[in-house]
């Protein structure tokens, strides 16, 4: 389910759709690949309104989650398809398609594997392989739909950083949808963030992580601490004590602050923002994670540095740093 | 001390978790001779007091013969057509939701379950002459009642079902991915059609063929109502069976019986050879 938006595509670009599911990134990507149907508005390819232009001819590369390989086909006849497929009068002559085939498999780095089948190949390979199908068409867009789901934590890295290597040799406009956010921060030179079928925001990895323009955003691009807040001009207060947070001008009463577990302090109780107890605590990669049920009830996770421990238990309070403002 | 390594030893039975190998193969091997290979052994046995000479004069006597090409022949062509067609109406079945689908599911069943005899008279009686096709058919000039044409009905007919439920669970489990992703590709539905789609389908429409051949060979009820019966024309072999049979000439229709399961044997060997190499060629590796 899609609300209307427009979303402007720059030629050469690495854009990610971003969103949780059901937000309506694989339909916005299946109605760019004619692969879905609007009820109205249109999809326009450079100058060309490709709306009523059916899939096999708008020249798009589909990637699909599950690599929706050709099971019957070797590996260098599935990269040949989309040129095999192609009219007589169009088809590129058989030692063309060869060496096109030869390219794509030294780009992917699948040389020796081009008389293997895919049932013979590892999630990654197929993958990269489904990849190399799309980009032997030439398509003036390249469409990936959760292009690494399917895939375990290092493969997805590993392919992560192989894909925008891929995007940089080659300069194919490319929008991928995903629902990790890291992935998108990562890979993608602007991010649109997908929220219930409609298009909450779109920018660099920069710019919506430091100027969200609503709370889902925000919540969507990492854990956030939420608290009841009062803004008086571009003052905020919690729970009586003024912040260093900026309210933008116009919002005024009952607002909610939002802060990134690393936004937060420890300070001594009673003399800070939030006041609670730790729960619980964990070290990771040279931070520790503190849980702290807050006296209101709400348990909050704080990031700090790998420094001193915390006993649970201990009753402690919390300084915002930093934070985001938002109506709700 | 190094310990001798293991070697590799050719095994009867391969090392598995799971258990009761023994007595589940000794089992299938008791059913399956005491309920198939015995009889046929029998049979067999039965054939070879005529002697290899002796079943060779049978084979070559003209009417066996002839009856012979009529049933095998005309089960070939039966079983071509049914698969041509059970593969289309498995096509509808999976890939459209109509109105009344599941009726017509059913209804592809029945002649599994009809009497042979029953299906047998309701085409004769359809296709003679004087019957609601028949009489259509008289106007064009095809006789189709008590000639081979009659045969051939009926062998389709029976051997329908079979071409239908071995393709459609097949079709069902296509991948839509697959036909999108050739689509995107630029292949138009001819194409996805011949090189996507159909391919994979190929050992499953090879395995409805051999089990509606089959069927057809093997089929009497249904046909000898309708087939007229002529000696060197519409004849099938299992009739000449029976026909010896009440002669009291056991040896004759036994080895006209071995005959029929030597050709049937050989044949559905072939198909399931070139069906092993067509898994392997179509990626069930």
Partial sequence: MLHDLSLDVRAGELLALLGPSGSGKTTLLRIIAGLDFPDRGRIIFGSDDATRVPVQERAVGFVFQHYALFKHMSVAENIAYGLNARKRADRPAKAEIKRRVGDLLDLIKLSGFADRYPSQLSGGQRQRIALARALAVEPRVLLLDEPFGALDAQVRKDLRRWLREIHDRTGQTTIFVTHDQDEALELSDRVAVLSKGRLEQIGTPDEVQENPVSSTVLKFLGDTIEVEAIAQGSEVRVNGRLTPVKAPPGLVGPVKLYARPWQLQFAEPGQAHLEGHVRSSYRSQGRQRIEVDRSEGKTVVVEASDTHRLAAGRPVGLTINAGYVFKD | ?285
């Avoid at chain 2, 996507?196 to 000898?224: D, H, K, M, N, Q």
């Fill in chain 2, 1 to 285: 001390m190094a310990e001798p390594p293991l070697r590799p030893r050719r095994r009867f039975r391969q090392p598995s978790v799971i258990p009761g190998f023994g007595i589940t193969f000794g089992y299938t091997l008791t059913c399956l001779g005491i309920i198939v290979l015995l009889p046929l052994a029998a049979l067999v046995a039965r054939a070879s007091g005529l002697g290899l000479w002796g079943i060779w004069e049978v084979a070559t006597d003209p009417r066996v013969a002839s009856a012979l090409r009529v049933s095998f022949g005309v089960s070939l062509l039966a079983a071509l057509t049914a698969s041509v067609f059970g593969f289309l109406i498995a096509w509808v079945l999976t890939r459209y939701r109509f109105p009344g689908r599941k009726i017509v599911d059913a209804v592809v069943d029945l002649p599994f379950a009809l009497p042979t005899a029953v299906a047998g008279i309701a085409l004769a009686s359809l296709y003679a002459p004087n019957g609601l096709v028949g009489e259509q058919l008289a106007k064009l000039g095809i006789e189709a009642a008590y000639t081979p044409v009659g045969i051939y009905i009926a062998m389709v007919f029976i051997g329908l079902p079979f071409a239908v439920r071995t393709v459609q669970p097949l079709i069902e489990e296509i991948d839509k991915e697959i036909e999108e992703a050739s689509a995107t590709l630029g292949a138009d539905r001819w194409h996805t059609l011949i090189k996507v789609v159909v391919p994979p389908l190929i050992p499953a429409v090879l395995t409805g063929f051999a089990l509606a051949f089959a069927r057809g060979v093997g089929e009497y009820g249904s046909i000898i109502f309708i087939a007229g019966n002529l000696p060197y024309v519409s004849e099938i072999a299992p009739l000449l069976i029976v026909i010896k049979l009440s002669e009291f000439d056991y040896g004759g229709a036994c080895a006209i019986a071995t005959i029929m399961l030597g050709i049937s044997f050989v044949t559905l060997l072939a198909i399931n050879l070139i069906q092993a190499w067509s898994r392997r060629r179509f990626g069930y590796v």
